[in-house]
């Protein structure tokens, strides 16, 4: 198969690309300086030259609750651009086979736990993420769509918070546990007596690492169509992608002070937004479809504190 891979350098784009390479399919990549995927003539134009046998839509537009929170405009504009360029251009170059990533903010602040796919716009959305999720929805929704229409195999997968090699360490724009793993090294080489985390600590939420989102989705991509079909339904096609257990992010902020070394007190500046109260995926509709998360939260945070380390140098200058 010739997959291209839209996001290749993101986190997880990567992380599925290499998985697509080793099991020997072709990756068409393009940087984000060579292919604006918000550009639709531009995008049209790719997609015609290279007519891939399947598309991973992987770009996006992504942040944690800061960025989210202060750039609304650019993360609806440009996740919107983004899915509906590559989906719809991608079916008018005869793509048969997309996976589109979503992400666990689609659903609503308040809905039950461990949140059901059938929870999808049965409630209202969390505030700092509206605009995002939003865009998100309108990609499942697109994807349902063309399936309906166009006779596609256009799937969507909803993960869970991601983390790992390749993460964003960036401060100001990073989700938190890439940011508490650069908070407490930094603290731990200063010696600092403190380290201050955002909000109250007892929002809760579930983690799984790249690596195991990158294998989710290489098996929902490789599921019969029959049997996809038969796990979802066509107008409600998208799986969650989790581990299906969660933590507060006090008990995170000593899990990872716990790896990195770091012996000081943590403190909680409470003028920072909380965001969802809680975000822990229902995943046994793809449980039903044979895959499971396998990197513990622990061995996942050993893994990705050890890149931080190896890759440190490469952030400075970015926001600390
Ligand atoms: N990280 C997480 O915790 C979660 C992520 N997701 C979803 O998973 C997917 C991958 O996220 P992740 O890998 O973490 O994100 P990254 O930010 O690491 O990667 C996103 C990639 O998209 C590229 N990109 C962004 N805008 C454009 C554009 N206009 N044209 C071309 N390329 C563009 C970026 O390139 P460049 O950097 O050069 O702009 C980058 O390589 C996204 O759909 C995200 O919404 C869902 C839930 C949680
Ligand atoms: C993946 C997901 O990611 C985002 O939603 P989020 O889960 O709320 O994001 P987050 O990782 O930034 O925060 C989780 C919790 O952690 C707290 N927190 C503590 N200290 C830091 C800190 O230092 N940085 C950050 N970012 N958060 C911190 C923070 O206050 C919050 O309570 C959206 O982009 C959404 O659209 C989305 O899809």
Request: charge should be negative; proline fraction near 4%; hydrophobic fraction near 40%.
């Amino acid at each position: 198969m010739r997959v291209y891979v839209a996001g290749h350098r993101g986190m997880v784009g990567r992380a599925i690309a290499a998985g697509l390479a080793a099991r020997g399919d072709e990756v068409i990549a393009r940087t984000h300086a060579e292919l604006d995927l918000t550009d639709q003539a531009a995008v049209a134009a790719f997609m015609q030259d290279q007519k891939p046998d399947a598309v991973v839509l992987a770009a996006a537009r992504v942040g944690g609750i800061q960025a989210n929170n202060s750039y609304p405009g650019q993360f609806i504009y440009e996740n919107l651009m983004i899915q509906s360029n590559v989906i719809h251009q991608a079916h008018k170059a005869g793509v048969q086979q997309l996976l589109f990533l979503g992400s666990s903010c689609i659903y609503p602040r308040l809905a039950d736990q461990p949140m059901r796919e059938d929870a999808l716009l049965t409630g209202t959305l969390e505030p700092t993420n509206e605009p995002y999720a939003i865009a998100k929805i309108a990609g499942i929704k697109m994807c349902e769509s063309y399936n309906r229409e166009y006779s596609r195999d256009y799937r969507s997968v909803m993960p869970t918070n991601l983390y790992g090699p390749h993460d964003n360490f960036d401060l100001e724009t990073s989700h938190v546990l890439p940011a508490l793993i650069r908070r407490f090294h930094e603290a731990k080489v200063a010696g600092a007596p403190e380290v201050v985390i955002w909000g109250t600590g007892t929002p809760r939420r579930e983690f799984l690492h790249v690596e195991d989102m990158a294998a989710a989705s290489l098996h929902v991509m490789g599921l019969r169509a029959e049997d996809y079909a038969r796990a979802t339904d066509p107008m409600l096609s998208h799986i969650n992608v989790g581990t299906g257990a969660d933590v507060s992010i006090s008990e995170l902020a000593q899990m990872i002070a716990g790896v990195v070394g770091y012996e000081g007190a943590i403190t909680q500046d409470t003028t920072k937004p909380d965001g969802t109260p809680r975000k822990l995926m229902d995943v046994s509709r793809l449980g039903s479809l044979g895959w499971q998360a396998s990197i513990g939260l622990g061995q996942g945070l050993q893994d990705t504190y050890r890149w931080f380390l190896d890759h440190q140098d490469s952030f400075k200058g970015h926001a600390s």
